[in-house]
């Protein structure tokens, strides 16, 4: 219960630094889970084995990390159908 404390609270200063720093170069939305997100994706999109991404997260097995990328790509394709409605509303 220790540990999940400090590591909230560590992710809480974190998060208040980046907000600052995405604050200042315009950038809104940036966080850890954001930070997190953006480097798994540029890892698969870019090719890296599946395998390396998992451990670079710290995820216990690949199943994990599998449908922690597809939550992803189901993001980016309600993205994409969302501009193929959007007829300049």
């Known amino acids: 219960m220790e540990q999940k404390k400090r590591v909230?609270?560590?992710t809480r200063r974190?998060?208040?630094?980046?907000?600052?720093?995405?604050d200042k170069l315009g950038?809104?939305?940036?966080?850890?889970?954001t930070a997190r997100h953006s480097y798994?994706?540029?890892l698969k999109r870019s090719g890296a084995n599946i395998s390396y991404i998992s451990e670079?997260?710290?995820?216990?097995?690949?199943?994990?990390?599998?449908?922690?990328?597809?939550?992803?790509?189901k993001e980016e394709r309600i993205k994409n159908a969302a501009?193929?409605?959007n007829f300049g509303d």
């Open 27 to 33: 950038i809104s939305g940036v966080s850890a889970y």
């Open 83 to 85: 501009f193929l409605t």
């Open 40 to 42: 798994a994706t540029v």
């Open 56 to 73: 670079s997260l710290g995820h216990s097995n690949l199943k994990t990390t599998k449908n922690y990328l597809a939550s992803f790509e």
């Open 14 to 22: 974190i998060n208040k630094h980046l907000k600052i720093i995405g």
């Open 8 to 10: 909230q609270d560590v």
